[in-house]
Antibody, heavy 123, light 107 residues
C-alpha cells in the first residue's frame, strides 16, 4: 500500500525556519519524482515545489523561490522541504505527493498524497 | 503561468442528480489535466488524469472529457459521499496550476 506521511506541523514566528519531511512506503521512492503542495486555511490548492527522481532537477513556485529548498534522501525514502524566512502567508497545510509519468509526451501528474502537515506562521 | 478557470464555484444538487463542472486553460495543455476531490479536513484524492482516464479504484460514475483548453468533469447519480469540493489541475507546465474549486452542496 502506498503511504506518504508528513512530519507534524507546528506554529512558528515570522522570519523563522522549519523543515518538513515526508516518509514514504509502498513504492520504490528513488524511481519517482515528488511534489509539495499547500492549502491555506479555507483556500484552494497551490503547487509549491517539484524534485526529480534523482534530485538533480527542482522547480519552485515564485511565491517561495529563494526561501524554500526541496530535497530528498532516496536511501531513506524521504522527501524534505526546508522553509526559511517564513511569512504569515506561508501558513497552510502542506502536502507531499508522488509524481507519475502518464505517457512519454505528457507531464507528470500527482497521484498519491500525504495527509498533510499544518504550518502556522504567526507572531 | 497557465491560468485554470473553473466553473461554477459552487453547485447545489440532490441525491441522484448528475452534475458537470468545467475547467478552461488559458493556453493549450493537450490532455495534461487532472481532477481531484477533497473532503473537508482530508487530502485531495485523485479522480481523473489525462483528462479522461479514471484513477484506479474510482467508480465509473466519475467521467472526464476534453483536450486543449476546455475540460469537463461529470458526476452521475450523486450519492451523499460525493458532496465535496472538486479541483482541476494542469500538469502540462510548471507551475502546475489549479482551478479555484467547485463546492458541490446538497440541495
Amino acid at each position: 500500500e502506498v503511504q506518504l506521511v508528513e512530519s507534524e506541523g507546528r506554529w512558528i514566528r515570522p522570519g523563522g525556519s522549519l523543515r518538513l519531511s515526508c516518509a514514504v512506503s509502498g513504492f520504490t521512492f528513488r524511481s519517482f519524482s515528488m511534489n509539495w503542495f499547500r492549502q491555506a486555511p479555507g483556500k484552494g490548492l497551490e503547487w509549491v515545489s517539484y524534485i526529480s527522481d534523482s534530485g538533480r532537477t527542482t522547480y519552485y513556485a515564485d511565491s517561495v523561490k529563494g526561501r524554500f529548498i526541496i530535497s530528498r534522501d532516496n536511501a531513506k525514502s524521504s522527501l524534505f522541504l526546508q522553509m526559511s524566512s517564513l511569512r504569515a502567508e506561508d501558513s497552510a497545510v502542506y502536502y507531499c505527493a508522488r509524481a507519475v509519468v502518464v505517457s512519454y509526451s505528457s507531464g507528470e501528474r500527482s497521484d498519491y498524497w500525504g495527509q498533510g502537515s499544518l504550518v502556522l506562521v504567526s507572531s | 503561468d497557465i491560468q485554470m478557470t473553473q466553473s461554477p464555484s459552487s453547485l447545489s444538487a440532490s441525491v441522484g442528480d448528475s452534475v458537470t463542472i468545467t475547467c478552461r486553460a488559458s493556453q493549450g495543455i493537450r490532455n495534461d489535466l487532472a481532477w481531484f476531490q477533497q473532503i473537508p479536513g482530508k487530502a485531495p484524492k485523485s479522480l481523473i488524469y489525462a483528462a479522461s482516464s479514471l484513477q484506479n479504484g474510482v467508480p465509473s460514475k466519475f467521467s472526464g472529457s476534453g483536450s486543449g483548453t476546455y475540460f469537463t468533469l461529470t458526476i452521475s447519480s450523486l450519492q451523499p459521499e460525493d458532496f465535496a469540493t472538486y479541483y482541476c489541475q494542469q500538469y502540462n507546465a510548471f507551475p502546475h496550476t489549479f482551478g479555484r474549486g467547485t463546492k458541490l452542496e446538497l440541495k
